[in-house]
């Protein structure tokens, strides 16, 4: 890997390569596309566990119905985009990753923080989110840009 130190942190250099960048959008889409499939999939056994709770305390259980697709999500977040790989199944399938640019891993917090900001951006700004990528540096999104973050191939 090559690597250049600036203010006593190591700056990974593949960020500087404009190829680390290509068809980063489309393969965010698709990995998004993959990952939704994946959290939903995920959600049927804990659907199935809410339900017993539920018989099990009389319907109040049940409530967790309301929570259950964000809880799973957010768990899946932590445990993929937060791990060592930096990228979720998706992001891994399509071959990206999300970097820091300060050089620092992403954490499960930053990851849960990156995901809620996309999805609250898409509430408040929808087109805005993706529209951002057209006129960013690295193809970033409003949510990269908050936090100082980019996602970049892994191939290159």
């Given at each position: 890997?090559?690597?250049?130190?600036?203010?006593?942190?190591?700056?990974?250099?593949?960020?500087?390569?404009?190829r680390a960048f290509e068809g980063v959008r489309t393969r965010r889409i698709l990995a998004f596309l993959l990952d939704y499939l994946i959290v939903g999939l995920l959600s049927?056994?804990?659907?199935?566990?809410?339900?017993?709770?539920?018989?099990?305390?009389?319907?109040?259980?049940?409530?967790?119905?309301?929570?259950?697709?964000?809880?799973?999500?957010?768990?899946?977040?932590?445990?993929?985009?937060?791990?060592?790989?930096?990228?979720?199944?998706?992001?891994?399938?399509?071959?990206?990753?999300?970097?820091?640019?300060?050089?620092?891993?992403?954490?499960?917090?930053?990851?849960?923080?990156?995901?809620?900001?996309?999805?609250?951006?898409?509430?408040?700004?929808?087109?805005?989110?993706?529209?951002?990528?057209?006129?960013?540096?690295?193809?970033?999104?409003?949510?990269?840009?908050?936090?100082?973050?980019?996602?970049?191939?892994?191939?290159?």
């Amino acid at each position: 890997m090559n690597a250049r130190v600036l203010d006593g942190g190591i700056i990974n250099t593949r960020l500087d390569d404009v190829r680390a960048f290509e068809g980063v959008r489309t393969r965010r889409i698709l990995a998004f596309l993959l990952d939704y499939l994946i959290v939903g999939l995920l959600s049927i056994p804990v659907a199935i566990l809410v339900f017993f709770l539920g018989l099990l305390t009389l319907g109040l259980g049940w409530m967790l119905f309301g929570v259950l697709v964000p809880a799973v999500a957010i768990l899946y977040i932590w445990n993929t985009l937060g791990s060592t790989d930096q990228a979720t199944t998706g992001m891994k399938m399509m071959g990206i990753r999300l970097d820091r640019l300060d050089g620092r891993p992403i954490d499960g917090l930053t990851a849960v923080v990156h995901s809620v900001l996309f999805w609250a951006g898409n509430v408040i700004l929808s087109p805005l989110v993706l529209l951002v990528t057209l006129f960013s540096d690295r193809k970033r999104t409003l949510h990269d840009l908050l936090l100082g973050t980019v996602v970049s191939r892994t191939d290159r």
